[in-house]
């Protein structure tokens, strides 16, 4: 399985430059207009066929033309059209002034909409294009229409959605379903933006691909194929050492159960062995409870070096449940040249000598991949977290970049990015992963993969939609037991 050009994100200002590229290569810019302007007709007449009305809100830019192309394709199918418009019709350029003259149906001023039954309204107002917060007079608009329950399609993007970062810009219409073109845009995957985009279809508009791979970076949707190539089937003549040996390492009496889903996970999702290291005062619970999962005594340092010594340990957990501090520390920088996830308490035990941590996985050259939540992450990079410029993809970048590890910026639209640059967004992930355990488990599925000899950005990738599947299987209700039993084959 190869990269598609489906699997590639693109920027606004990317898709700029792409626009750009193919009216340089004689490509005929109105032509793609009118393909665009058609596609979004087709999925008004698929999607709406109860629609009274269609009513077509057409903006100031590029986004507007596509708004009157699709208006007059839908008047000559036949349907009933209005076409409203924001800001002087004559004051078009280009593309869109000749979409605007084409088109025969009169347009009444933006503001002058009110929502009938049984309309449906075409957002044309912004796309890629959107520079600022939406002016006062369109977001009353926006309210007017949300406020109503009016179906909205979104053409490209639902306007007031930040193409770049996803955010809101004052206001944003949700749509039913959006037509973006030729590529997705990070605005369709990061939230809000996803949740406001509903159905997202991409449509080829006739912009050769080798021009949109071209000036795409290194951005991508989080599918199989990401990974495809380090998934191997099980050679017959394995044994349970070649799928790596994983070690968890376990927190305290009172707060176990964390690390026992790690390792747990870590079993089901591959690993050849697992070894919950446990301090003494906790051995008893921890046995009480494992079955397939080992159990060593770990009280200290001095007990995990001469672990160590066991070069078949190939990948440890660190974090879930483990107690914030500098056991957790130590731990940490003893465990950054084998491959490692550090997760939880394992990060928030940096909040202070961060800096030390980060030179030791630059200079260890192991394979780390850290797992922090919103909380996490603003514990951890602060000055990252809260810079606002900065979209959630662009946040885990940074955040790679700085700490020399693998970063999984985990929620609804969890992002791993590698210190390179590489990066994918994933969006398999059901609302009912938010539960209590959920992350844990997501850790051990990392490690097995790092057990079994992932590098840390594909062992991650490959963890974060295995996660997503296993919740989709296990189903509402879930708990983080059952996620666990639910994590499916890798391929
Ligand atoms: N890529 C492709 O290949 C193809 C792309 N196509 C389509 O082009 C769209 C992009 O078009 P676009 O670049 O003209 O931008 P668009 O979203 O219409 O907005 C720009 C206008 O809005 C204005 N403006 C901005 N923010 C504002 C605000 N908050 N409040 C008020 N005004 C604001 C801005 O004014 P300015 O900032 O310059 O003052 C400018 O006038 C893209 O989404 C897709 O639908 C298709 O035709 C097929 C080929
Ligand atoms: N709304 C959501 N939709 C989908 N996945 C979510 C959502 N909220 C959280 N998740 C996922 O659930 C997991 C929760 O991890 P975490 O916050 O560390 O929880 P815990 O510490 O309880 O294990 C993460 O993988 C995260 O990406
Ligand atoms: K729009």
Same mark, same amino acid.
């Given at each position: 399985?190869?990269?598609?050009?489906?699997?590639?994100?693109?920027?606004?200002?990317?898709?700029? +430059?792409?626009?750009?590229?193919?009216?340089?290569?004689?490509?005929?810019?109105?032509?793609?207009?009118?393909?665009?302007?058609? #596609?979004?007709?087709?999925?008004?007449?698929?999607?709406?066929? +109860?629609?009274?009305?269609?009513?077509?809100? !057409?903006?100031?830019?590029?986004?507007?033309?596509?708004?009157?192309?699709?208006?007059?394709?839908?008047?000559?199918?036949?349907?009933?059209?209005?076409?409203?418009?924001?800001?002087?019709?004559?004051?078009?350029?280009?593309?869109?002034?000749?979409?605007?003259?084409?088109?025969?149906?009169?347009?009444?001023? &933006?503001?002058?909409?009110?929502?009938?039954?049984?309309?449906?309204?075409?957002? &044309?107002?912004?796309?890629?294009?959107?520079?600022?917060?939406?002016?006062?007079?369109?977001?009353?608009?926006?309210?007017?229409?949300?406020?109503?329950?009016?179906?909205?399609?979104?053409?490209?993007?639902?306007?007031?959605?930040?193409?770049?970062?996803?955010?809101?810009?004052?206001?944003?219409?949700?749509?039913?379903?959006?037509?973006?073109?030729?590529?997705?845009?990070?605005?369709?995957?990061?939230?809000?933006?996803?949740?406001?985009?509903?159905?997202?279809?991409?449509?080829? =508009?006739?912009?050769?691909?080798?021009?949109?791979?071209?000036?795409?970076?290194?951005?991508?949707?989080?599918?199989?194929?990401?990974?495809?190539?380090?998934?191997?089937?099980?050679?017959?003549?394995?044994?349970?050492?070649?799928?790596?040996?994983?070690? $968890?390492?376990?927190?305290?009496?009172?707060?176990?159960?964390?690390?026992?889903?790690?390792? +747990?996970?870590?079993?089901?999702?591959?690993?050849?062995? $697992?070894?919950?290291?446990?301090?003494?005062?906790?051995? &008893?619970?921890?046995? *009480?409870?494992?079955?397939?999962?080992?159990?060593?005594?770990?009280?200290?340092?001095?007990?995990?070096?001469?672990?160590?010594?066991?070069?078949?340990?190939?990948?440890?957990?660190?974090?879930?449940?483990?107690?914030?501090? /500098? /056991?957790?520390?130590?731990?940490?920088?003893?465990? !950054?040249?084998?491959?490692?996830?550090?997760?939880?308490?394992?990060?928030?035990?940096?909040?202070?000598?961060?800096?030390?941590?980060?030179?030791?996985?630059?200079?260890?050259?192991?394979?780390?991949?850290?797992?922090?939540?919103?909380?996490? %992450?603003?514990?951890? %990079?602060?000055?990252?977290?809260?810079?606002?410029?900065?979209?959630?993809?662009?946040?885990?970048?940074?955040?790679?970049?700085?700490?020399?590890?693998? =970063?999984?910026?985990?929620?609804?639209?969890?992002?791993?990015?590698?210190?390179?640059?590489? !990066?994918?967004?994933?969006?398999?992930?059901?609302?009912?992963?938010?539960?209590?355990? *959920?992350?844990?488990?997501?850790?051990? =599925?990392?490690?097995?993969?790092?057990?079994?000899?992932?590098? #840390?950005?594909?062992?991650?990738?490959?963890?974060?939609?295995?996660?997503?599947?296993?919740?989709?299987?296990?189903?509402?209700?879930?708990?983080?037991?059952?996620?666990?039993?639910?994590?499916?084959?890798? +391929?």
């Amino acid at each position: 399985m190869g990269e598609t050009i489906q699997d590639i994100l693109v920027t606004p200002a990317e898709m700029t +430059a792409i626009d750009r590229d193919a009216a340089r290569s004689g490509i005929d810019s109105f032509a793609l207009m009118r393909s665009a302007g058609m #596609a979004v007709s087709a999925a008004a007449l698929r999607l709406f066929p +109860a629609a009274l009305r269609f009513v077509a809100l !057409c903006g100031p830019g590029n986004n507007g033309g596509d708004g009157y192309v699709a208006a007059g394709a839908l008047a000559d199918s036949g349907a009933n059209v209005t076409v409203f418009a924001l800001g002087d019709p004559k004051a078009l350029k280009g593309d869109a002034a000749r979409a605007h003259r084409a088109c025969s149906l009169a347009a009444s001023p &933006a503001e002058t909409y009110e929502p009938q039954p049984g309309d449906v309204v075409i957002d &044309a107002l912004f796309g890629a294009g959107l520079a600022r917060d939406l002016p006062e007079q369109v977001k009353e608009i926006v309210e007017r229409v949300t406020g109503n329950g009016t179906p909205v399609l979104a053409v490209d993007l639902p306007s007031g959605i930040d193409g770049h970062t996803g955010g809101v810009r004052g206001s944003s219409f949700i749509a039913a379903h959006t037509v973006t073109f030729m590529a997705l845009k990070p605005g369709h995957l990061l939230m809000p933006g996803r949740a406001r985009s509903g159905t997202v279809e991409i449509f080829d =508009i006739g912009i050769p691909a080798r021009l949109v791979a071209a000036r795409a970076g290194n951005l991508r949707l989080n599918t199989p194929r990401s990974w495809a190539h380090y998934v191997s089937a099980l050679d017959p003549a394995t044994h349970k050492y070649k799928r790596g040996h994983l070690g $968890v390492l376990s927190g305290g009496e009172l707060s176990t159960g964390a690390a026992r889903l790690s390792a +747990a996970a870590g079993l089901r999702a591959g690993a050849g062995l $697992v070894t919950l290291a446990s301090p003494s005062k906790a051995l &008893a619970v921890n046995a *009480s409870h494992l079955t397939a999962v080992m159990l060593k005594e770990i009280k200290d340092a001095g007990d995990l070096s001469g672990w160590l010594q066991d070069k078949r340990l190939n990948a440890f957990v660190l974090g879930p449940g483990f107690g914030i501090g /500098k /056991k957790a520390r130590d731990f940490a920088l003893m465990l !950054c040249d084998r491959a490692l996830v550090l997760d939880a308490d394992g990060m928030s035990s940096f909040r202070e000598g961060r800096a030390e941590l980060f030179e030791k996985i630059a200079s260890s050259g192991g394979e780390v991949v850290m797992t922090p939540h919103e909380g996490e %992450f603003a514990r951890l %990079f602060p000055e990252i977290a809260a810079d606002a410029a900065l979209s959630k993809i662009e946040k885990a970048q940074a955040a790679a970049r700085l700490s020399h590890a693998v =970063i999984v910026y985990k929620g609804p639209d969890t992002v791993v990015a590698a210190p390179r640059g590489r !990066c994918v967004v994933n969006t398999n992930a059901p609302p009912w992963l938010a539960t209590a355990g *959920s992350g844990d488990v997501l850790a051990g =599925i990392i490690g097995a993969h790092l057990a079994q000899g992932f590098p #840390a950005f594909e062992a991650a990738a490959a963890a974060v939609w295995r996660h997503g599947e296993a919740g989709t299987e296990a189903g509402r209700g879930m708990t983080a037991e059952t996620l666990v039993e639910n994590i499916p084959p890798l +391929a």
